[in-house]
């Protein structure tokens, strides 16, 4: 693969890595981290791609695992300073959601980002996250149900 | 919870964000893998005469014009003024120090500065203190493809981005287990980092600078530091004229299975070294 389709590729899908690495991280600036490390891992990886039609799916685990890896590293360093900084602002009337979401455990909120907002079936989700099936249907299920309750909480205490 | 509400949820793509991306892609070296060389160099020994070999020999010791040449070749493909300055503007640094008896032997074996870039390419050579007892490799090449998670990881995993309970090692001799890959696993694994440069107390690597870290032909760890200025060095560049001191801090961490150690213990190893500024 030359840099040129390596290129295409990323920014056919920078939007979908934005919102991975945010599930993961909770700030612009841990994502971006995490983002230009799995991009760079992945260009000097690029050989063990066998099919370009999966690059997206193949560079979305390699951002999993970059930002799992990340996560490790700024738990040791600042334990309190995660993921409470500042995120760019969702519109107002989004940001309940966008802040429910966050509250929600990364083991939930990933699947469901990568199933409801990026279209991976639960099987490529098993697949990058390393779960079996049963698991990720689950999970997504669960986070639903969550992220409706606590938005519907949300709203309830706002009002 | 429909699609569009979690997506508007996420709010624009910040800025910082898109301007990382773009630059990481930008970066990206399309250079030759050191497999190839280390092929290469494998059937020109066998083949060639004792003076073709002292000549890939002198032409690998060339440092920055190996480099440029062989690993990373994007500038003189796309941006061949670049390439063209980096190349004239070369030059040897003798004037440095580092400490006498520490792990890894520093030495810096070329820079290269182009004014009207406001950039600085510095080429590293790194080999162990003690060879018999040390095995040196860039830290970078740990774990190279992301994949280590530590507890909960597979503890025997058969290929490369499962998540891993033991950590992996990218050298000659393929991706794996450490023991499996170093060329003596009876040493003691050294990881080498350098990805920083002060100009005094001022950081000098700016948005837009990168590093290259790898094994050369002869064990050495060898690592290109491209930087980008900050503004603040970029200034005192400017105003300078004859010699400026430049210091690197490289990170030595002998590998352990303790992560806290393994990541945030080892030692730094300052190298100090003039640059000439016509």
């Known amino acids: 693969m030359d840099k040129q389709s390596f290129t295409q590729g990323v920014e056919q899908c920078s939007r979908m890595l934005y919102r991975v690495a945010m599930s993961y991280t909770g700030n612009p600036s841990d994502a971006a981290d995490a983002v230009q490390e799995a991009l760079l891992r992945a260009w000097n990886r690029r050989d063990t791609l066998r099919n370009e039609q999966y690059f997206a799916t193949w560079l979305t685990r390699i951002l999993i695992n970059e930002c799992k890896t990340l996560i490790r590293k700024r738990r040791r360093m600042i334990p309190a300073a995660y993921p409470a900084e500042s995120v760019s602002p969702p519109p107002d009337a989004y940001r309940p959601v966008f802040e429910a979401l966050m509250r929600l455990d990364a083991k939930y909120r990933v699947p469901l980002i990568l199933h409801v907002l990026e279209g991976y079936s639960i099987q490529d989700i098993a697949s990058m996250m390393h779960l079996p099936p049963g698991t990720v249907k689950t999970r997504i299920s669960r986070a639903r149900t969550k992220l409706e309750k606590e938005v519907l909480c949300d709203e309830t205490r706002n009002a | ?278």
């Open chain 2, 1 to 278: 919870m429909k699609r569009e509400t979690l997506d508007r949820a996420f709010g624009d793509t910040p800025e910082i964000f898109s301007a990382r991306v773009s630059q990481t892609l930008l970066n990206l070296k399309e250079e030759k893998t050191m497999k190839h060389i280390t092929l290469r160099a494998a059937l020109i020994a066998t083949l060639l005469t004792a003076l073709l070999c002292g000549i890939a020999y002198a032409a690998f010791t060339q440092g920055m014009d190996w480099y440029y040449h062989n690993r990373f070749t994007a500038y003189q493909q796309y941006e061949p003024e670049k390439h063209q300055a980096i190349m004239e503007n070369r030059q040897a640094v003798t004037m440095q120090s580092s400490p006498a008896d520490a792990l890894v032997c520093i030495t810096v074996q070329e820079a290269a500065w182009v004014p009207e870039k406001q950039f600085l390419s510095i080429i590293l050579s790194a080999v162990p203190g003690d060879e018999a007892r040390y095995e040196l490799h860039p830290m970078w090449n740990l774990d190279a493809d992301g994949s280590y998670i530590g507890e909960g990881g597979d503890e025997h995993p058969d290929s490369d981005g499962i998540d891993r309970a033991v950590h992996w090692l990218w050298t000659e001799k393929g991706f794996g287990p450490i023991a499996q890959v170093m060329d003596d696993p009876q040493k003691q694994l050294l990881l080498f980092e350098a990805s920083e440069a002060w100009l005094g107390e001022t950081p000098m690597m700016g948005d837009g600078s990168s590093v290259d870290s790898f094994t050369g032909e002869n064990g050495e760890i060898i690592t290109v530091l491209e930087i980008q200025l900050t503004e603040e060095a970029s200034r005192q560049m400017q105003s300078a004229t004859g010699r400026l001191a430049v210091s690197i801090p490289c990170f030595v961490t002998p590998y352990t299975e303790d992560d806290e150690a393994l990541y945030h213990g080892g030692e730094t190893q300052w190298i100090s070294f003039e640059i000439t500024i016509p």
